[in-house]
């Protein structure tokens, strides 16, 4: 059974930093993309953060340069670094594992910046 479990969020001062964890199970993920979404209240989930199995990464326009995306294969880890928070970073994250015919998602982790 393939399970991811993000960790990590929490609350924290604007300006403060976060680092988020997704940890998969019952699959090796290193073959894979793996995103990192966010979804505010009353808005759509959006792509915040993607890295692909060659550890390139991209970016949503919002986080470039406060974001960090990185996966460490021997821990089947993806993590997202996340300093200069903001309260419009105020979200649920997911993280997202995309295989050819199916994804997976974990159950999100909140992260709450206070102003």
């Known amino acids: 059974q393939v399970q991811l479990v993000e960790s990590g969020g929490g609350l924290v001062q604007a300006g403060g930093s976060l680092r988020l964890s997704c940890s998969a199970s019952?699959?090796?993920?290193?073959?894979?993309?793996v995103g990192w979404y966010r979804q505010a209240p009353g808005k759509q989930r959006d792509l915040v953060a993607r890295i692909t199995s060659g550890f390139v990464a991209d970016y949503a326009d919002s986080v470039k340069g406060r974001f960090t995306v990185s996966r460490d294969n021997g821990k089947n880890t993806v993590y997202l670094l996340m300093n200069s928070l903001k309260s419009e970073d105020t979200a649920v994250y997911y993280c997202?594992?995309?295989?050819?015919?199916?994804?997976?998602w974990g159950q999100g982790t909140q992260v709450t910046v206070s102003s």
């Open positions: 019952g699959i090796i993920a290193s073959p894979y993309p």
């Open positions: 997202n594992l995309k295989m050819p015919s199916t994804d997976y």
